[in-house]
C-alpha cells in the first residue's frame, strides 16, 4: 500500500544502457566480471541490504551497469575471439551450460583476459569468503523500537506451581 507521500522515480532516472549479451556469453564472463565489478556490486547489494528501499540505491545499481559494460567492451576489443569460442562451446556443449564440457577453450580464454586485460581468473570459493567493503556512503539511521502507547498491561508473573494433586497423566516421564 501505498500513501500519498510515497514518489517514484522518474523515467529518466531509470533508463541506463543494457547490457546486451545472451545467457552464455555472461556466464562465459561470470567469473572475470565479478571480479572486475566486485566493488560496485558489493556497494550496490550493501546498499540494498543497508536501506531497505530500492529507490535509494538507483546510483549504486547504475555503476554496476557502467561497470558491467565497460567490462565486455574490453573483453571486445581484446578477447573477442577466445570469448566467442568459449560462450559458443558452454551454449551448445550441454543443455545446463555446464563448465566442465568447455575446459580448453576456458583456459584460452583465461589466458587472453590474463595477458590483454591483467586480470586472473578467481580460484574457487573466492566469492564465498567474507570481505570488508569500506564505503563512502554514511551509516543509515537505526530505526527506533516501535511503541505501543495503547497496549495492553502485561499478565503478572505466574507462581511456581507444585506436582498434580492426583499424579501427572504423563506417568512415564516420571
Known amino acids: 500500500m501505498f500513501t500519498k507521500d510515497f514518489t517514484l522515480p522518474t523515467e529518466e532516472e531509470l533508463t ?3 547490457v546486451n549479451v545472451s545467457t552464455p556469453a555472461l556466464r562465459a564472463a561470470a567469473f572475470h566480471l565479478g571480479k572486475a565489478c566486485e566493488n560496485e556490486n558489493s556497494e550496490f547489494m550493501l546498499c540494498r541490504r543497508e536501506e ?3 529507490r ?4 549504486e545499481g547504475k555503476a554496476v551497469t557502467a561497470c558491467s559494460l ?8 581484446a578477447c573477442l575471439e577466445e570469448f566467442n569460442q568459449y560462450s559458443n562451446c558452454l551454449d551448445k556443449s550441454s543443455r545446463d551450460l555446464e ?7 576456458q583456459a584460452v580464454f583465461d589466458k587472453c583476459v590474463l595477458e590483454s586485460l591483467d586480470l586472473e581468473r ?5 566469492f564465498c569468503r567474507p570481505k570488508i567493503l569500506n564505503t563512502k556512503r554514511p551509516k543509515p539511521d537505526v530505526d527506533a523500537p516501535l511503541e505501543f502507547p495503547d497496549a495492553p498491561v502485561p499478565l503478572p508473573d505466574q507462581p511456581a506451581t507444585g506436582t498434580a ?6 506417568y512415564w516421564m516420571q
Open 16 to 18: 541506463v544502457e543494457e
Open 52 to 54: 531497505k528501499d530500492p
Open 56 to 59: 535509494k540505491c538507483i546510483d
Open 70 to 77: 565497460s567490462f565486455f567492451r574490453k573483453i571486445k576489443k
Open 99 to 105: 563448465y566442465r564440457h568447455c575446459r580448453n577453450t
Open 122 to 126: 578467481p580460484e574457487f570459493g573466492y
Open 165 to 170: 494433586r492426583y499424579g501427572s497423566r504423563f
